[in-house]
């Protein structure tokens, strides 16, 4: 599915131009001005899958960022969006093959990150309504409590359950269960699952943090099926091998100048892979 079917950055002669613009030159950064025009991107035609690849500091997430700025996706987490973020946004433009559903969204490491230490810091504050349920079940089996107004009631019925259960029992019933925590594998893999639902336009930034090869090449093929069957569209910022060999995914490479498109199988990073493994070939072949 293609709803985003091309997107256009300022090149080098419409940021100079906003330049002679500003009246005032005292910003440290004119972030994220000259970040992708120096590799000359210009623009963007979109597969069912499109991927950026490049090193850090090559402008992949930055495009990522400014894209989902321009068509307001949501996101869950903050990024470095500076003065001149909505005066570079103003200066882009795109065209839509399909209405951008509602829903559509951008994904970043900083979400799952966010996610996992939601969940366990959900975790520690039921340890510790844990233990004051403890302290409070000991307080009032062993009370003298005496009921002496109507007032008192809910303190007495408090006293007999402590009265007639178990410690453990008294607890259970009285304490949400442990919400399960899983590896960080695990939780970020879930959280895509979660939120990459059907029929939507889904801006990942770099995917891959926190999943094992193993959750990777899960990943890769969840979303292989969210592209082919389910109606999704995806723009990924990826150096992760598995994620770059999707099926029929368009790969720009952002380590280029001006910025092409490339077989993932070209890649300098997938190369190295490849090198790596040609080299030591016979040893997984156990000779």
């Not at 996992?116 to 009370?143: P, Q, V």
């Not at 092409?260 to 997938?270: D, F, G, H, I």
Request: hydrophobic share 35%; glycine share 4%.
């Amino acid at each position: 599915m293609i709803y985003l079917s091309e997107f256009r950055f300022p090149d080098a002669d419409t940021e100079f131009d906003f330049f002679l613009s500003v009246k005032r030159t005292c910003y440290n950064t004119y972030y994220p001005f000259e970040v992708l025009s120096k590799n000359g991107l210009e623009q963007v035609r979109f597969a069912p899958v499109t991927i950026f690849y490049g090193g850090n500091g090559s402008g992949k997430s930055t495009a990522l960022n400014v894209i989902a700025e321009k068509l307001e996706l949501a996101r869950d987490t903050l990024f470095n969006r500076t003065n001149f973020f909505e005066d570079y946004t103003r200066l882009c433009g795109y065209e839509t093959q399909l209405p951008v559903p509602t829903g559509s969204r951008m994904i970043t490491s900083d979400d799952v990150f966010d996610f996992m230490l939601n969940l366990r810091t959900l975790n520690e504050g039921i340890h510790r309504k844990r233990e004051e349920l403890f302290e409070e079940y000991l307080d009032a089996k062993y009370s003298d409590f005496q009921l002496r107004s109507i007032e008192d009631y809910d303190r007495l019925k408090q006293v007999n359950q402590s009265r007639s259960r178990t410690q453990s029992r008294y607890v259970r019933e009285h304490l949400m269960k442990n919400v399960r925590e899983h590896s960080n594998g695990e939780s970020a893999f879930i959280y895509f699952v979660e939120k990459v639902q059907e029929n939507g336009l889904y801006l990942l930034d770099e995917p891959e943090n926190s999943l094992s090869p193993e959750k990777q090449q899960e990943l890769a093929q969840f979303l292989e099926g969210s592209a082919r069957f389910y109606g999704c569209q995806l723009v990924i910022a990826t150096h992760s091998p598995f994620l770059l060999s999707l099926r029929g995914a368009r790969v720009y490479n952002f380590d280029e100048s001006p910025v092409a498109v490339r077989k993932w199988s070209e890649l300098p990073n997938v190369r190295a892979y490849y090198d790596f493994f040609k080299e030591h070939e016979k040893e997984f072949a156990g000779e």
